[in-house]
């Protein structure tokens, strides 16, 4: 038995046709439209990575802040107090401090570096937007 298609044994209800211009359009409609949900699910994804490791960097900053000040206060009273045997206190003080304040810069300098080169911008995400806009046109045209 042989059928429209001209396949024997299938059965088929009607002929094949091409989908209309209006099915065309309504299938890259509800492709655009899940294309740019995926887009923006990416983008988020890819500025929660960015976001948690500037957090760890500003954290890292606070706490070097406060290992810098915690530092600061215990070194500057046994420092004080061991160099005032020897030397003035004045002069004890300053030396212990400048030492102190030394170690917190460096702690500081180098979580402010680690933050200037953390790169913020989803990279990723407006490559594969232009591809999609790029896809976009072929489709249309």
């Known amino acids: 038995m042989t059928r429209e298609n001209g396949r024997p044994g299938e059965v088929s209800s009607s ?3 091409e989908p209309s ?3 065309l359009f309504a299938d890259l409609s509800r492709e655009m439209t899940a294309l740019i949900r995926q887009e923006a699910t990416l983008a988020s ?3 929660s990575r960015k976001v948690t490791v ?3 960097s500003v954290g890292m900053l606070a706490l070097g802040g406060l290992v810098v000040y915690a530092g600061f ?3 500057m009273a046994a420092g004080i107090i061991v160099l005032a045997h020897v030397i003035e206190w004045w002069v004890a003080a300053l030396m212990v401090g400048l030492i ?3 170690g917190g810069y460096l702690l500081v300098r180098r979580s402010l570096d680690a933050l200037r080169h953390l790169d913020l911008a989803p990279r990723q995400t407006v ?3 232009k591809e999609d806009l790029a896809w976009a046109k072929d489709q249309t045209t």
């Open 15 to 17: 002929p094949r046709t």
């Open 21 to 23: 211009l209006g099915e």
């Open 45 to 47: 994804t890819e500025l």
């Open 54 to 56: 500037a957090g760890r």
């Open 73 to 75: 206060l215990a070194l």
């Open 100 to 102: 102190v304040a030394g």
């Open 127 to 129: 490559a594969t937007l």
